[in-house]
């Protein structure tokens, strides 16, 4: 097996003991790092690491210099719609002469739009345009990436997208872990007809997703104007009977009861949380589910942030994001949501660090193998131009740091 050292890293940062799986309330501020580092990888593992003055004198089939850059984890985004056709420009522009996502959504705009341009695009055509955004995320330093169906809205469309994920998954260095979301909203056949759509996700989507296998988590969208809490919670019943654990989206556009919902059905995260009334912090405290923020929807729609500060000041940890689809968030720079979780969440950049590396390994099951500087862990790494601390990642905004990603 081919083994790699890389020397003259001026910072290495993210290093973690195995078996921490996520870090939560006053941990998430801290980051471990050495200065003047090496780290030697075998097999596409890291096997060890330390300061330069240990560094061990066996041989290796390939040195990298680091040429004083640092070195982190690769981003982890546990949230995107990256499966979709062609873009939504045009509602761009409507929002800017004042129509809210809402009123776009409630027009027959927004999803359904989506929906109609995949359903004419082959599974070939949708397979190389998703492939481009994979090449983008994956040269701006994102690892691992969870990716959702849900521009389908009919069983065959479903599958179709669900497939380009699997094969998207063979396709790529970056770790792809699927969700299925059947009920993103109610199709144009099924328009007035929400109970009988529900019916199509429980009693033929789910089947046909389990018995191919293609999902590893169920999603809904629990919102205003989408799916109730009742009708999510029927939907992820019956995705248990196939394993597939859920992963929702809640509070995005109204308070939804999505959080209830989700801690009920154990689910591994529960994601948007722009609208969250404070009280659901509390349904949170002391489960296994992992609150995962999108500052980049908030930014792109104008609308509030998820209160990502009051929650680890109450003990949680959370997870960031990208939301990466062409409606909410046209964008899968995990870096820029970095800087927007300083920003815009008040987090620190010891927590956001955290936020884009373990914590989001977590919320995609992923925790064990990704996300942190660990013996025996991936060797999914950044390793970036000289800079001078942590901090100056989210600080520096819009400066490319990335000299290299190594997966
Ligand atoms: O996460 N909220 C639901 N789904 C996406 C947006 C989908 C779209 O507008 O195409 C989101 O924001
Ligand atoms: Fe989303």
Aim: glycine letters at 10%; a negative charge.
């Amino acid at each position: 097996m081919k083994r790699i050292l890389i020397r003259n890293i001026a910072h290495l940062y993210g290093i973690l003991p195995a078996g921490v799986e996520r870090l939560q309330g006053k941990e998430m501020a801290h980051v471990e790092k050495i200065d003047d580092a090496w780290l030697s990888i075998e097999g596409g593992h890291i096997i060890d690491f330390g300061p330069m003055s240990s560094l061990p004198d066996t041989m290796f089939d390939e040195v990298i210099d680091a040429k004083g850059g640092a070195i982190m984890p690769c981003f982890c985004d546990p949230h995107t719609h990256l499966v979709y056709a062609g873009s939504r420009e045009q509602e761009f522009v409507d929002k800017i002469q004042g129509l809210s996502y809402a009123e776009i959504a409630q027009r027959g705009g927004g999803i359904l739009n989506s929906v109609d341009l995949l359903h004419r695009l082959s599974e070939e055509e949708l397979f190389e345009q998703t492939m481009r955004r994979m090449a983008e995320i994956e040269a701006k330093g994102t690892g691992c990436i969870e990716i959702k169906s849900g521009y389908g809205l009919s069983t065959e469309d479903e599958l179709k997208i669900l497939r380009v994920i699997r094969r998207i998954g063979q396709s790529s260095r970056v770790k792809v872990i699927s969700t299925f979301l059947g009920a993103h909203a109610v199709s144009r056949a099924y328009r007035g007809r929400q109970g009988d759509y529900v019916r199509l996700v429980i009693d033929e989507m789910i089947p046909a997703v389990g018995r191919e296998q293609l999902a590893d988590y169920i999603d809904v969208f629990c919102d205003q104007g989408f799916f109730t809490p009742d009708e999510t919670a029927r939907i992820l019943e019956a995705g248990a009977r196939y394993g597939m654990r859920p992963k929702i989206h809640a509070d995005e556009l109204a308070p939804s009861g999505g959080v209830r919902v989700a801690v009920e059905h154990n689910a591994l995260s529960v994601d948007h949380l722009e609208s969250m009334p404070d009280d659901e912090i509390d349904l949170l405290l002391g489960t296994t589910t992992m609150p995962t923020c999108l500052p980049g929807t908030s930014f792109f729609l104008n609308m509030p942030y998820a209160p990502a500060r009051r929650m680890i000041d109450r003990g949680l940890g959370i997870a960031l994001a990208s939301d990466y689809n062409p409606g909410s968030t046209p964008s899968g720079d995990m870096k820029f949501v970095f800087s927007l979780g300083c920003i815009k969440l008040r987090l620190l950049p010891e927590e956001a660090f955290n936020a884009v590396t373990i914590n989001a390994a977590y919320a995609m099951g992923l925790s064990q193998d990704y996300g942190s500087i660990t013996h025996g862990k991936a060797a999914h790494l950044i390793i970036t131009y000289p800079i001078p601390s942590l901090a100056f990642i989210p600080y520096a905004y819009t400066s490319p740091i990335i000299r290299q990603v190594i997966l």
